[in-house]
T-cell receptor
Framework: DVKVTQSSRYLVKRTGEKVFLECVQD?????MFWYRQDPGLGLRLIYF???????EKGDIPEGYSVSREKKERFSLILESASTNQTSMYLC????????????FGPGTRLTVT | AQSVTQLGSHVSVSEGALVLLRCNYS??????LFWYVQYPNQGLQLLLK??????LVKGINGFEAEFKKSETSFHLTKPSAHMSDAAEYFC??????????????FGQGTILTVHP
């Protein structure tokens, strides 16, 4: 059974803290993604990685960075958390083919106070 | 740039009634299209996908979708709603050409409510 896991389901952090969200997939997928989900806005892509150490900015990269040192792991970093980064964060992975579907983790609900 | 639009942020049906969730895409090249479902406090799960093999695509849980190129639509239907279908549904499109295979553009989501 394919699996994408995220390090935390719920996280509460203070403004200005550095926050790490971890994502691990066990399907040997080339692609990994970080999305942010807010009511009425759907899923917005923060960053995309198509290979180890390779990344591409998504639609809303400001305030975020990512790291992919191993194929199975993709980390999202909030350098200095702000209240407007309170959201649901979803990680996904996929093969690098045109018709590839994405497999999603359960999400991390981050609250920044 | 490709875009995906879901018409109606909320849809409410009675149990046993037809479910119709609308999705339109904008692209000069017919894309790959997907429907995902998200139950409360969970990640997204694939319902079905269109890859040009057949215009009518059957998915899990009795859902199906029809690709209509002339209408640039990929609406999701289910003949008879069940209470367990209550969830948020997302339409997504992937490009058939270019780079960055595997990237998807998501619609805004439609919350389906099923009344007894």
């Amino acid at each position: 059974d394919v699996k994408v896991t995220q390090s935390s389901r719920y996280l509460v952090k203070r403004t200005g803290e550095k926050v790490f969200l971890e994502c691990v997939q066990d399907m040997d997928h080339e692609n990994m993604f970080w999305y942010r989900q807010d009511p009425g806005l759907g899923l917005r892509l923060i960053y995309f990685s198509y290979d180890v150490k390779m990344k591409e900015k998504g639609d809303i990269p400001e305030g975020y960075s990512v790291s992919r040192e191993k194929k199975e792991r993709f980390s999202l970093i909030l350098e200095s958390a702000s209240t407007n980064q309170t959201s649901m964060y979803l990680c996904a992975s996929s093969l690098s083919t045109p018709s590839a579907e994405q497999y999603f983790g359960p999400g991390t609900r981050l609250t920044v106070t | 740039a490709q875009s995906v639009t879901q018409l109606g942020s909320h849809v409410s049906v009675s149990e046993g009634a037809l479910v119709l969730l609308r999705c339109n895409y904008s692209s000069s090249v017919p894309p790959y299209l997907f429907w995902y479902v998200q139950y409360p406090n969970q990640g997204l799960q694939l319902l079905l996908k269109y890859t040009s093999a057949a215009t009518l695509v059957k998915g899990i849980n009795g859902f199906e979708a029809e690709f209509k190129k002339s209408e640039t639509s990929f609406h999701l239907t289910k003949p008879s709603a069940h209470m367990s279908d209550a969830a948020e549904y997302f339409c997504a499109g992937g490009r058939a050409g270019g780079t960055s295979y595997g990237k998807l553009t998501f619609g805004q989501g439609t919350i389906l409510t099923v009344h007894p």
